[in-house]
């Protein structure tokens, strides 16, 4: 139900309390790989977003850029489908992943050229769900890039507005437009 209504914070916790219950040994083992390298990956994150922030305000494009955590019941998944294909985790391009919150529509493109510029896209790793939205009228740009010290990161860029229908569904929408 949370996914159908676009409420993607929702979901990820509900995904997360699940798979913890239902699959303790995998849900720890992950827990576990990522608590690791912790401090390894915020550290990254921390320079990209530093990285991405200064290039974007270069360029005159007003932006909040932060680091976003990967939902354990995410990474479960992809582990799942990667083994099927004979991949490792290394080959999943978003464990490592960056959103980019702009004020108006153009800023989105503006800044995934700027990100493209920045760092090569992965081929087959680019999404317009602002031309066309998800059913749930999920709108952003969805790209990956092989970015600093060679890492792939996923990298997501919305409109505030259209963050507020991501994270909370489409019901907040009339909420964030009441608030302008």
């Not at 153009?106 to 700027?114: D, K, T, V």
């Amino acid at each position: 139900l949370a996914h159908r209504l676009g409420m993607w914070d929702v979901k990820w916790q509900l995904e997360d309390l699940a798979f913890r219950q239902l699959y303790a040994i995998a849900y720890e083992g992950i827990s576990k790989m990522l608590a690791v390298k912790r401090v390894e990956r915020e550290s990254y994150v921390r320079k990209v977003v530093a990285i991405l922030s200064a290039e974007l305000a270069n360029e005159g494009i007003k932006a909040e850029v932060v680091g976003r955590p990967k939902h354990l019941y995410s990474i479960y998944q992809k582990m799942q489908k990667y083994a099927e294909y004979g991949k490792e985790v290394g080959q999943i391009y978003d464990l490592y992943a960056v959103r980019v919150l702009v004020q108006e529509l153009q800023e989105c493109y503006g800044a995934l050229g700027i990100v493209h510029q920045l760092w090569h896209p992965l081929s087959g790793q680019f999404d317009d769900y602002i031309a066309s939205p998800k059913e749930n009228m999920y709108q952003s740009l969805h790209t990956a890039v092989m970015c600093v010290e060679n890492a792939p990161l996923e990298i997501q860029i919305r409109t505030y507005e259209m963050h507020q229908v991501a994270e909370y569904g489409v019901a907040s929408h009339w909420r964030y437009k009441t608030k302008l």
